[in-house]
């Protein structure tokens, strides 16, 4: 079993894609979340999350990329507005001592970067928003899948093993705090 995952970094690991017939097509797998019971429907997504991970990220690059070509100028334009803001905020923040210099013995340019930037990504914030609903709606439509598929024996037998192996999905549940019991 240990070969069928794909070693991406050190001790991390990518399990294989699980069946596309068993991913989208069995409908009698979907049911609606159980919305009284908030720790079953959690241990739902974050099992779901685990077993399909493979897919999740595939389904997610594939659909960001599609919604890239289809809008890219507004993508590469928004992108740029998002680095400029993070940029202009990092150096407005910063504690570096060059940086802090520069920003006192030019304040006015220091001012007049911020201004720029801000009016920048006012102007093209339709952009921006192209860029986050290219990034959410995968994201959204993963939530989604995870919430309304139910779990069946392959899904809790692969996630048994999964707790024991450490994956791209297990690290970033792990690093938000979340985990799934049995």
């Known amino acids: 079993m240990a070969s069928d995952h794909t070693q991406i970094m050190q001790g991390v690991e990518l399990p294989p894609f699980r069946n596309f017939h068993e991913f989208l097509l069995e409908t009698d797998r979907y049911e609606k979340p159980p919305f ?15 077993y399909f ?18 809008y890219s100028q507004d993508v590469f334009i928004g992108l740029i ?14 504690t570096d001592s060059n940086i802090k210099k520069m920003r006192t013995d030019h304040p006015l340019v220091t001012l007049g970067g ?12 339709q952009s921006v928003l192209v860029v986050l609903f ?18 069946g024996v392959a899904n809790r037998a692969a996630n048994a093993k999964e707790q024991l192996r450490s994956t791209v999905m297990g690290q970033i549940l792990n690093r938000t705090g979340l985990s799934v019991q049995m």
Do not use: E, G, M
Request: proline fraction near 1%.
């Open 36 to 50: 009284n019971d908030f720790k079953k429907w959690n241990n739902r997504i974050l099992s779901n999350l685990i």
């Open 114 to 125: 911020i201004i720029l930037v801000a009016y920048f990504f006012i102007s093209v914030f």
């Open 53 to 70: 991970q493979t897919n999740y990220f595939a389904a997610t690059i594939t659909l960001f990329l599609l919604q890239t070509f289809f």
């Open 134 to 151: 290219a990034l959410l709606f995968p994201v959204f439509l993963v939530l989604l899948h995870a919430s309304f598929r139910l779990r």
């Open 81 to 94: 507005a998002i680095v400029s803001v993070v940029a202009t905020l990092i150096l407005a923040i910063s």
